[in-house]
């Protein structure tokens, strides 16, 4: 048995009366890419964002069921330690409008890691380096992140999210708002990200899930219909409904 | 039918046109007069020297200086206060009936005509308070009277902020004290700098409410507790007393140069933010 990275028993989520997740059993692994596909509104968003508490925000949410963080229940970690564990990557780049430099070192601060000076340039420059920005970016730490091409910007966030070294690294469609070369070199960069990090991808594109991801979960309505290997799932599902949803006969 | 409609397009156009000329000539035609009237007597002994004679001769420095440390001092009070207030409104409530309350006092605050503020501070901080009239009675009248606006500007400023910076910041692990301060704020402080600076020009130009708390001593004021007399009021003394138009008006000028500088920063701020958010 492959370690689980993030584990979900019987996991329902209510907006108010609406049922948004239905006994959700879930595994990522660790070192892994995992992939969510699913049609719009089937709940694949907001089962990631229950991984880093990212709900909490909404009124109304109730969550019934168990959540675990490497074998941590995911309640008893302090919220704070919890999010800086589980990192995330928005739909939308989503650069502060300050300085590339101020983005990178953002969450050191508000994580309280006092550094010297040398060290915090070590981190930004070893985070760049990672996401393949800081030959671009080396001489213009000072500019102001929005003036970046929007992959630039979402190769930022995701260098933004690693000086805090997250175990897990959620990402919500990290690709929508790309074109398809940027896409491809974000795939890209997950893949080479996998080595050290544990993946989970909501994706609305099913050859992005086919082309990155280990495992995959296909949700409807809610509900995990069917989870395995990306492999199996994409040539022999086993669920009907997966089938239909794959060779794009709804969805 | 199509040629009333063109017709109706051009003559609307027009109109329009017009209109926004009329707006802009009269101020410039205000800036006009004022500067023609002014310049013989604006030089920069006007500016350093103090004034003899009730203002018929000398200059103006203790009236620069107490407009200075008057709005400055009101700033120190007000600022803090609007500020924090809209960061209540936005950040930490939703809302709720003591939020339209708060609105709504706010509101009706920025309507009170600035003769009410003056009146009620010389009851409160002159006299019941003892302060004498003061440049901290000033201050604290005009503190009440820029809330306001302080408030509103910083209100927008902050709302316009993205909502997605504020999720990312959490989903890094920042509290919501730390959001606002290290993301929301720094990103609408441009925007809060212009309703502050647009305070700055209303302060400047305040003549009741200050003439009632500050006085209008002619000494240069020292300690918080002097008083003292600002552009605006020597302007309105010398003017209304007869003393010297020719001073009055160099004073005037003097004042309508520094708050249309301001506007213009301003306003050059608030384009130069505009155009970082889009």
Same mark, same amino acid.
């Given at each position: 048995?492959?370690?689980?990275?993030?584990?979900?028993?019987?996991?329902?989520?209510?907006?108010?009366?609406?049922?948004? =997740?239905?006994?959700?059993?879930?595994?990522?692994?660790?070192?892994?890419?995992?992939?969510?596909?699913?049609?719009?509104?089937?709940?694949?968003?907001?089962? =990631?964002?229950?991984?880093?508490?990212?709900?909490?925000?909404?009124?109304?949410?109730?969550?019934?069921?168990?959540?675990?963080?490497?074998?941590?229940?995911?309640?008893?970690?302090?919220?704070?330690?919890?999010?800086?564990?589980?990192?995330?990557?928005?739909?939308?780049?989503?650069?502060?409008?300050?300085?590339?430099?101020?983005?990178?070192?953002?969450?050191?601060?508000?994580?309280?890691?006092?550094?010297?000076?040398?060290?915090?340039?070590?981190?930004?420059?070893?985070?760049?380096?990672?996401?393949?920005?800081?030959?671009?970016?080396?001489?213009?730490?000072?500019?102001?992140?929005?003036?970046?091409?929007?992959?630039?910007?979402?190769?930022?966030?995701?260098?933004?999210?690693?000086?805090?070294?997250?175990?897990?690294?959620?990402?919500?469609?990290?690709?929508?708002? =790309?074109?398809?070369?940027?896409?491809?070199?974000?795939?890209?960069?997950?893949?080479?990200?996998?080595?050290?990090?544990?993946?989970?991808?909501?994706?609305?594109?099913?050859?992005?899930?086919?082309?990155?991801?280990?495992?995959?979960?296909?949700?409807?309505?809610?509900? =995990?219909?069917?989870?395995?290997?990306?492999?199996?799932?994409?040539?022999?599902?086993?669920?009907?409904?997966?089938?239909?949803?794959?060779?794009?006969?709804?969805? | 039918?199509?040629?009333?409609?063109?017709?109706?397009?051009?003559?609307?156009?027009?109109?329009?046109?017009?209109?926004?000329?009329?707006?802009?000539?009269?101020?410039?035609?205000?800036?006009?007069?004022?500067?023609?009237?002014?310049?013989?007597?604006?030089?920069?002994?006007?500016?350093?020297?103090?004034?003899?004679?009730?203002?018929?001769?000398?200059?103006?420095?203790?009236?620069?200086?107490?407009?200075?440390?008057?709005?400055?001092?009101?700033?120190?009070?007000?600022?803090?206060?609007?500020?924090?207030?809209?960061?209540?409104?936005?950040?930490?409530?939703?809302?709720?009936?003591?939020?339209?309350?708060?609105?709504?006092?706010?509101?009706?605050?920025?309507?009170?005509?600035?003769?009410?503020?003056?009146?009620?501070?010389?009851?409160?901080?002159?006299?019941?308070?003892?302060?004498?009239?003061?440049?901290?009675?000033?201050?604290?009248?005009?503190?009440?009277?820029?809330?306001?606006?302080?408030?509103?500007?910083?209100?927008?400023?902050?709302?316009?902020?993205?909502?997605?910076?504020?999720?990312?910041?959490?989903?890094?692990?920042?509290?919501?004290?730390?959001?606002?301060?290290?993301?929301?704020?720094?990103?609408?402080?441009?925007?809060?700098?212009?309703?502050?600076?647009?305070?700055?020009?209303?302060?400047?130009?305040?003549?009741?409410?200050?003439?009632?708390?500050?006085?209008?001593?002619?000494?240069?004021?020292?300690?918080?507790?002097?008083?003292?007399?600002?552009?605006?009021?020597?302007?309105?003394?010398?003017?209304?007393?007869?003393?010297?138009?020719?001073?009055?008006?160099?004073?005037?000028?003097?004042?309508?140069?520094?708050?249309?500088?301001?506007?213009?920063?301003?306003?050059?701020?608030?384009?130069?933010?505009?155009?970082?958010?889009?």
């Amino acid at each position: 048995m492959i370690d689980c990275a993030i584990r979900t028993q019987n996991l329902n989520l209510f907006y108010g009366k609406f049922h948004a =997740l239905k006994d959700v059993d879930f595994c990522v692994y660790k070192n892994k890419i995992t992939a969510l596909i699913g049609p719009s509104g089937c709940g694949k968003s907001t089962l =990631l964002r229950c991984f880093n508490r990212m709900n909490d925000i909404y009124e109304e949410v109730k969550i019934t069921g168990e959540i675990k963080i490497f074998d941590q229940e995911i309640n008893n970690i302090d919220i704070i330690e919890l999010r800086k564990r589980v990192g995330m990557v928005f739909q939308r780049p989503n650069p502060f409008p300050f300085s590339v430099y101020d983005n990178m070192v953002y969450g050191l601060r508000i994580h309280g890691i006092k550094l010297k000076k040398s060290e915090e340039e070590e981190i930004v420059k070893s985070c760049l380096s990672s996401v393949l920005l800081w030959d671009d970016l080396k001489d213009k730490l000072h500019i102001s992140a929005l003036e970046l091409s929007e992959e630039m910007k979402q190769r930022l966030c995701i260098a933004r999210l690693l000086t805090i070294k997250p175990e897990i690294i959620l990402l919500d469609e990290p690709c929508s708002a =790309l074109d398809p070369i940027a896409t491809m070199r974000i795939e890209e960069l997950m893949i080479e990200l996998k080595k050290d990090y544990t993946i989970l991808i909501v994706t609305h594109n099913m050859q992005q899930a086919a082309r990155v991801s280990d495992y995959t979960g296909f949700m409807l309505l809610g509900e =995990l219909i069917e989870f395995g290997e990306t492999s199996q799932i994409f040539t022999s599902p086993k669920e009907i409904k997966t089938e239909e949803y794959i060779t794009g006969r709804f969805g | 039918m199509r040629i009333d409609q063109r017709f109706t397009d051009k003559f609307v156009k027009l109109t329009l046109n017009l209109q926004a000329i009329f707006t802009v000539g009269i101020l410039m035609i205000i800036v006009f007069i004022i500067f023609i009237k002014g310049i013989r007597h604006f030089n920069l002994e006007f500016l350093l020297t103090f004034p003899e004679d009730m203002g018929r001769h000398g200059g103006i420095f203790p009236s620069i200086v107490g407009t200075i440390l008057l709005v400055l001092l009101s700033l120190v009070f007000a600022t803090p206060l609007g500020v924090g207030t809209a960061i209540f409104l936005t950040e930490y409530t939703k809302e709720t009936k003591l939020t339209k309350i708060i609105r709504f006092g706010v509101e009706s605050l920025a309507g009170i005509p600035s003769i009410i503020y003056g009146l009620f501070g010389f009851i409160f901080f002159v006299i019941k308070l003892k302060m004498g009239w003061s440049l901290l009675a000033g201050a604290l009248t005009l503190t009440i009277m820029i809330l306001p606006t302080i408030i509103r500007t910083s209100e927008e400023a902050i709302k316009s902020v993205p909502k997605n910076f504020r999720m990312v910041s959490y989903s890094l692990g920042a509290t919501r004290w730390e959001t606002t301060t290290k993301v929301v704020i720094p990103s609408a402080a441009p925007g809060i700098l212009t309703g502050i600076m647009l305070s700055v020009g209303r302060a400047m130009g305040e003549t009741a409410a200050v003439i009632f708390t500050m006085g209008s001593s002619l000494r240069l004021p020292t300690s918080l507790f002097d008083s003292g007399r600002t552009m605006a009021v020597h302007f309105y003394i010398l003017a209304r007393e007869g003393i010297s138009m020719e001073k009055a008006y160099a004073t005037a000028l003097v004042l309508v140069l520094s708050i249309l500088c301001i506007n213009v920063l301003a306003y050059y701020y608030m384009h130069k933010v505009m155009s970082r958010y889009s």
